[in-house]
Structure formats: C-alpha cells, structure tokens
C-alpha cells in the first residue's frame, strides 16, 4: 500500500514561514491533482492549495499571496510554501493525491498529516 508522508511541519512565530513536503511511499500512476488540506481543532477540514496535472493551481482565499503550491513530478512530491504565517494557520496540515488509475473512479491517497504551530 503506497503511503504519503508529510514533513516539514513545526512550532514558528507569526511573520515566518515554513516548507511542507509530502512524498509517496511508492509509485502513484496517472496523479491528476496534488493537494494540500489542513484541519484546525473544532474547524472542519478545509482545501488550502491544489495543484494539477498540469500546473494549475489553486488556493483558498486566506492563504493567497501567502503560500505557494509547487510539484516535482519526477521525485512525485508535492511542497507547500508559506510565508508570512499568522496564529490562524495553526492546523494539521495534510496532503492528498488524486489518482485516474482506476478510472472511471478517482482514488485518493492521504498522508497523516503535520501539525503547524504559530505563535502570536
């Protein structure tokens, strides 16, 4: 069963950054998005930067200008920038593969996910 494994995560001060990585474990075929989530106590799980196939990106609105989503398709990791990090970007950070494999069904693969601190 192929893993993914995020690092990077950490206790920062608020105005400072921090880089995510996630990797597979194994080979993930046909990987149609990578995608980066977080999950904040009490919060519900929220979409914070995607990345397609492609190139395309996406981000929620309270991360833009802030974070960076990038990929390196050869290595099939995924990074996470964030700059600028405030209190409210505490959260487990977890990231996510969508694989075309199986189509017509998409599967998901899911890390464990890495806990991100800012201090105020």
């Known amino acids: 069963q192929v893993q993914l494994v995020e690092s990077g995560g950490g206790l920062v001060q608020a105005g400072g950054s921090l880089r995510l990585s996630c990797t597979a474990s194994?080979?993930?075929?046909?990987?149609?998005?990578m995608d980066w989530y977080r999950q904040a106590p009490g919060k519900q799980r929220e979409l914070v930067a995607a990345i397609t196939s492609g190139g395309s990106t996406n981000y929620a609105d309270s991360v833009k200008g802030r974070f960076t989503i990038s990929r390196d398709n050869a290595k099939n990791t995924v990074y996470l920038q964030m700059n600028s990090l405030k209190p409210e970007d505490k959260a487990v950070y977890c990231c996510?593969?969508?694989?075309?494999?199986?189509?017509?069904?998409?599967?998901?693969?899911w890390g464990q996910g890495t806990q991100v601190t800012v201090s105020s």
């Open positions: 194994g080979i993930i075929s046909r990987i149609i998005s």
């Open positions: 996510k593969y969508s694989s075309s494999s199986y189509y017509p069904t998409t599967r998901d693969y």
